[in-house]
């Protein structure tokens, strides 16, 4: 499976961005998809998860209650919505896809996700 990551930018502290990762090349329906990202100088860092369905999601704290994961599956894609922004979510954002079918409960960490796309870059300025 082919992921592609889009809709990054420059925004001000506050504002909001919707990141989409459109899959290709087989279906990710039944597949827990997550977002993670990096920033300059730091390792890869999780930000948010989806099952397969919808049904369960999971952030990290540093964005819960600002972003919402969220998948629609008759378009092979998942998306990120990004509200409040601060400076600190700077970072090269990356969709990724686990191999395993309909797992209950997104993975969390980047070993278990098999899948990933080529990052797209958000920039917050203050």
């Known amino acids: 499976v082919q992921l592609q990551a889009s809709g990054g930018g420059l925004v001000q502290a506050g504002g909001s961005l919707r990141l989409s990762c459109a899959a290709s090349?087989?279906?990710?329906?039944?597949?827990?998809m997550g977002w993670f990202r990096q920033a300059p100088g730091k390792e890869r860092e999780f930000v948010a998860a989806?099952?397969?369905?919808?049904?369960?999601?999971t952030y990290a704290d540093s964005v819960k209650g600002r972003f919402t994961i969220s998948r629609d599956n008759a378009k092979n894609t998942v998306y990120l919505q990004m509200n409040s922004l601060k400076p600190e979510d700077t970072a090269v954002y990356y969709c990724?896809?686990?191999?395993?079918?309909?797992?209950?409960?997104?993975?969390?960490?980047?070993?278990?996700?098999?899948?990933w796309g080529q990052g797209t870059l958000v920039t917050v300025s203050s």
């Open positions: 990724a896809a686990d191999k395993r079918y309909i797992a209950t409960t997104p993975g969390t960490t980047a070993g278990e996700y098999d899948y």
């Open positions: 090349g087989r279906t990710i329906s039944m597949h827990a």
């Open positions: 989806i099952n397969w369905s919808g049904g369960s999601t």
